[in-house]
């Protein structure tokens, strides 16, 4: 198996992973107390949430500043879709999807993945 062919696997099953826990955690609850700014708040409940979601804020911050100087430096397209995603479900989707994204468009290039 290739480098390439194991990254793929590798991050598009962990972003598998991550919708079926966000699927089986998040979305009952949301789906009975459909309050999308308490369930948000709900990531702030204690320190350790706090922490975890601060956290992936600011992950989600860095991938999308990492998109737009990539579409600027490197004309990556639809690299805006990736955030939104990164929004909702989670970065860890958002970033696979971006990951993917790259490649594909870096390879069709010529180039390697940067």
Known sequence: MTN??????AIVAAAAIFLLVFALVVVPPLVAEPDIA?????GFVNPYASGYSADVLAC????AAWIAYEA????IRHGWICALLGIIPGVAVGLALYLLLRMRQLKGRGGGAA
Do not use: N, P, Q
Not at 4 to 9: A, M
Not at 38 to 42: I, K
């Open 60 to 63: 989600w911050v860095i991938l």
């Open 72 to 75: 600027r430096t490197l004309d």
């Open 4 to 9: 390439e062919i194991w990254f793929k696997g």
């Open 38 to 42: 308490g369930a948000f708040a709900a």
